[in-house]
T-cell receptor, first 113, second 113 residues
Framework: DTAVSQTPKYLVTQMGNDKSIKCEQNLGHDTMYWYKQDSKKFLKIMFSYNNKELIINETVPNRFSPKSPDKAHLNLHINSLELGDSAVYFC????????????FGEGSRLTVL | GENVEQHPSTLSVQEGDSAVIKCTYSDSASNYFPWYKQELGKRPQLIIDIRSNVGEKKDQRIAVTLNKTAKHFSLHITETQPEDSAVYFCAASLIQGAQKLVFGQGTRLTINP
């Protein structure tokens, strides 16, 4: 009964490939996010969706395309992977816009070779 | 946009001593300041937060102070224990509409037995 779950947990792939990470939350929250944590542990927001609507797009290359089929799911597709995309990607959710606490998933570690 | 600076980047204290981590923020409109703890290989989890209408908040061994005039806030952990060892992140945002939580760079806290 994990609250925010991500798959896969680990992903190793070659440069130029396309990959997807899936996220699901069973908390009934309206708002979901993608954060990127780089090798120096810096956490930076990428996207935010509220009830399937894109709210925040934080100057992320358009190789990254989020999709929210419903408010419980937020997926991240990455095209033409580059070495610099290697990071841990965290999905998170919050009850609704402006509520404060983020509930993070366990993270998906992406390694691009 | 908001920018959050966090210091120190690493902190080592003896078990039982206190630890203090400091953050400054740039956007005077920010009104929500959470602290997250991330244990090795785990997800970030909220440990305490404060809103701009209060100056201090305590929860057992953890306290956060906020100085709105100076735009800085601090995390205080008293009677530290080995399980307090983790990376701690401060963050700031405006709780209104699309919440864009901006994180500090993180502090790796080590508690020495």
């Amino acid at each position: 009964d994990t609250a925010v779950s991500q798959t896969p947990k680990y992903l190793v792939t070659q440069m130029g490939n396309d990959k997807s990470i899936k996220c699901e939350q069973n908390l009934g929250h309206d708002t979901m996010y993608w954060y990127k944590q780089d090798s120096k542990k810096f956490l930076k927001i990428m996207f935010s969706y509220n009830n399937k609507e894109l709210i925040i797009n934080e100057t992320v290359p358009n190789r990254f395309s989020p999709k929210s089929p419903d408010k419980a799911h937020l997926n991240l597709h990455i095209n033409s992977l580059e070495l610099g995309d290697s990071a841990v990607y965290f999905c998170a959710s919050s009850p609704w816009l402006g509520t404060g606490e983020l509930f993070f998933g366990e993270g998906s570690r992406l390694t691009v070779l | 946009g908001e920018n959050v600076e966090q210091h120190p980047s690493t902190l080592s204290v003896q078990e039982g001593d206190s630890a203090v981590i400091k953050c400054t923020y740039s956007d005077s409109a920010s009104n929500y300041f959470p602290w997250y703890k991330q244990e090795l290989g785990k997800r970030p989890q909220l440990i305490i937060d404060i809103r701009s209408n209060v100056g201090e908040k305590k929860d057992q061994r953890i306290a956060v102070t906020l100085n709105k005039t100076a735009k800085h806030f601090s995390l205080h952990i008293t009677e530290t224990q080995p399980e307090d060892s983790a990376v701690y992140f401060c963050a700031a945002s405006l709780i209104q509409g699309a919440q864009k939580l901006v994180f500090g760079q993180g502090t790796r806290l080590t508690i020495n037995p």
